[in-house]
């Protein structure tokens, strides 16, 4: 989603200002965006240049480089006193150059904004009766024209950004330049944003990563701080109460290593393909060589929360959400403790009687996710105590929580969540372990027989993963159904377009070919393998395009069952265990509609199946089943969509961190 960054260099015409925007716009890209831009002041009192572009920033860079922008790309580096730069995930108003940001705003002054202004609306119409022109559709340009006219006042710029932002409803972090001011000013309410400081030089940022290293500290800012940064000074903050406040620097470790594709051609693949090392780190310090579950690698604080709870409340989105889901089941059957996962933004708007006296577990790969951190908010007003279980430390989330279980995953890059996701089942399986041992219903027999299934999990991982070729032909064969090269039953009454091309009055897919697309992809699974289905279904959507439905098995003849037909392929989850019959007995109700069943079963599943495309998996244990078998869930997505030639690492619309509402 939307990134900030800006510097304020220690010395005029020392540091290429240009050149450093663009590189840190380049490593929050993975954030998810659809238009790039920087501005810079230019020293000796100069004014305020803008450049943008409406797509990458390897456009924008080459249209600096073009333009002779800042000196970026050769020649002379310009003294520049100032710069921040943006990357917009569209919210309001398409992603063309003029919607991207920095937004201009009379007067010299340029914005950048994450976030959503709720009160745009009443704000534009307000300005404009002052007489204010807009140039473009975003919510944000109000707060570039709101900081201009504070100026204009004869203010300064922390005085006008802190009238700016008084005067806004909804989330923002925002940053801000001006015509003859060697300085940044910024403030954020419910949107992350960090201040950092390397030898003189100041920088702000939505994400410590974009400073790729060239901060030796950085802060975080409170909600509701203002910051000024200016050359040669220290960064000055101001509470939302309008007192001088001092935030606490944290070092930073060396520089996050660039990410690298390391002879892989996407990232999603090779973070598939490093599940079982992820795996490994998730639980590294709560099983040991031998003996049982190491408690104390909880911390004791979390283990009294652990054992005092009445119940166990999990908030996440998306994939980290059908983590939440197959938890559930663990934490009830073994701890005997009411579990319930929640989708983060309905919780926060639920009144939930339930949370005081829960441990409320709030689960995010990045930790920036703004639902999931709202969620966490409110369970805790409510009395919950909470634990946050996140790829990304020094995250607000974990900061948020005061508590948390890291997944050590590594960095994720592809918007297309997967080692995230099996680490973080690998530690929820570790909490709810934990939470049983704490309450004391967890036999010594059941933790040594769980403990050494996830010794084994690494090489259960590899051996899942040994499932790619038999994914990529699955996938084959799902993408051509799915593109139309199905006849239509001539008794469907269904008009063909006669061959012309063009002609009016019918779905343009059904034009020309008496060919028929098929609408989607059913998955189904059971008891914690019904959230796998979720998830796998996910995983094609996001990065196919295709779309899939998830369906608890047993539901299905309760409505998705009117779907099938024999163009409608389905993937069905088959652990071994109790459910393995009935489950059997949902996929023959598909097949006796003439549905094409892929079966991905245990090796240890008896139950008959009669498939013609079954593939098998050595899944451990019923406890570790659902994480061995996902990788070929998300090979099979990886494949469909490449096949389709997708953008597989970026798909359309999504981002990585979404740290919007
Ligand atoms: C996963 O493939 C998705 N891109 C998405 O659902 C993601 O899991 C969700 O946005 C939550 O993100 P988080 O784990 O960083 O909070």
């Known amino acids: 989603m939307c990134g900030i960054v800006g510097v304020v260099p220690s010395g005029v015409g020392g540091m290429d200002v240009a050149g450093f925007l663009l590189e840190a716009l380049a490593l929050q890209e993975y954030r998810g965006y659809d238009s790039a831009g920087i501005a810079v002041v230019d020293c000796d009192g100069g004014g305020v240049r803008r450049l943008a572009v409406s797509g990458r920033v390897a456009k924008l860079k080459e249209a600096a480089r073009a333009g002779g922008f800042g000196g970026f790309g050769g020649g002379t580096v310009d003294a520049i006193a100032a710069g921040i730069g943006h990357t917009r995930w569209a919210t309001h108003g398409a992603p063309t150059e003029r919607n991207a940001h920095p937004i201009l705003a009379g007067g010299g002054a340029a914005i950048v904004h994450n976030g959503i202004i709720e009160n745009h609306d009443e704000l534009r119409a307000e300005l404009r009766g002052r007489g204010r022109r807009f140039r473009t559709q975003t919510d944000s340009e109000v707060i570039a024209h709101l900081f201009a006219e504070g100026l204009r006042a004869g203010g300064d710029s922390l005085r006008a950004m802190r009238s700016a932002a008084g005067k806004l409803r909804g989330a923002f972090a925002v940053a801000a330049i001006a015509r003859g001011r060697g300085e940044i000013v910024c403030a954020r309410r419910g949107s992350p944003l960090l201040v950092g400081e390397g030898e003189g030089t100041l920088f702000v940022s939505s994400d410590a990563p974009a400073l790729g290293g060239a901060a030796k500290r950085v802060l975080h800012l409170a909600d509701g701080d203002c910051a000024l940064l200016r050359a040669g000074e220290k960064a000055r903050i101001v509470s939302a109460g309008g007192r001088r406040a001092g935030r606490q620097w944290r070092q930073t470790g060396a520089a996050r290593a660039a990410a690298n594709l390391g002879g892989y051609r996407h990232f999603m693949k090779k973070e598939i393909a490093e599940q079982p ?385």
């Open 277 to 661: 090392q992820a795996a490994a780190a998730a639980m590294a310090d709560f099983v040991g060589r031998t003996g049982g579950l190491r408690t104390g690698a909880f911390g004791g604080e979390l283990l009294r929360a652990m054992r005092d709870c009445r119940s166990v409340n999990i908030v996440a989105c998306g994939t980290s959400y059908h983590a939440a889901m197959t938890a559930r089941y663990w934490v009830e059957t073994l701890a005997g403790t009411p579990c319930r996962a929640n989708v983060a933004s309905e919780y926060r708007y639920r009144a939930d009687p339930g949370a005081g006296g829960s441990l409320t577990v709030a689960v995010s790969q990045s930790g920036e996710t703004a639902d999931t951190i709202a969620a966490a908010a409110a369970a805790k007003e409510k009395g919950a105590r909470l634990l946050a279980i996140v790829n990304e430390s020094d995250s607000t989330l974990a900061r948020d929580c005061g508590r948390a279980l890291p997944m050590r995953a590594g960095m994720e890059v592809g918007v297309a969540s997967t080692k995230a996701f099996t680490a973080q089942l690998t530690v929820l399986l570790l909490l709810a372990l934990g939470i049983a041992k704490e309450k004391g219903t967890l036999s010594a027999r059941v933790e040594k027989g769980i403990v050494a299934s996830l010794r084994r999990l690494p090489e259960l991982l590899r051996g899942s993963l040994l499932l790619e070729g038999v994914m990529r032909k699955w996938a084959g064969e799902i993408v051509s159904c799915h593109s139309g090269s199905l006849v239509i039953p001539a008794k469907a009454g269904i008009q063909t377009g006669g061959g012309g091309k063009g002609k009016a009055g019918l779905d343009s897919r059904f034009r020309g070919n008496d060919k028929v697309f098929n609408d989607g992809v059913l998955f189904i699974g059971r008891g914690g393998h019904y959230p796998l289905a979720l998830e796998g279904a996910l995983k094609l959507k996001e990065i196919s395009y295709i779309h899939a439905e998830g369906c608890a098995a047993g539901e299905l003849k309760h409505g998705t069952l009117a779907l099938v037909d024999a163009h409608m392929p389905a993937v069905v989850l088959a652990p071994g265990g109790a459910l393995a019959e009935k489950t059997a007995a949902n996929a023959a109700e598909i097949a006796a509609r003439g549905g094409r069943l892929y079966v991905l079963a245990a090796e240890n599943c008896g139950a008959r199946i009669a498939a013609r495309k079954i593939a098998r998996v050595d899944d451990g244990c019923e406890w570790i089943s659902p994480i061995v078998f996902a990788p070929p869930l998300q090979l099979l997505a990886y494949y469909a969509a490449k096949i389709r030639g997708a953008d597989i690492d970026k798909p359309r619309n999504l981002a990585k961190s979404v740290t919007v509402e």
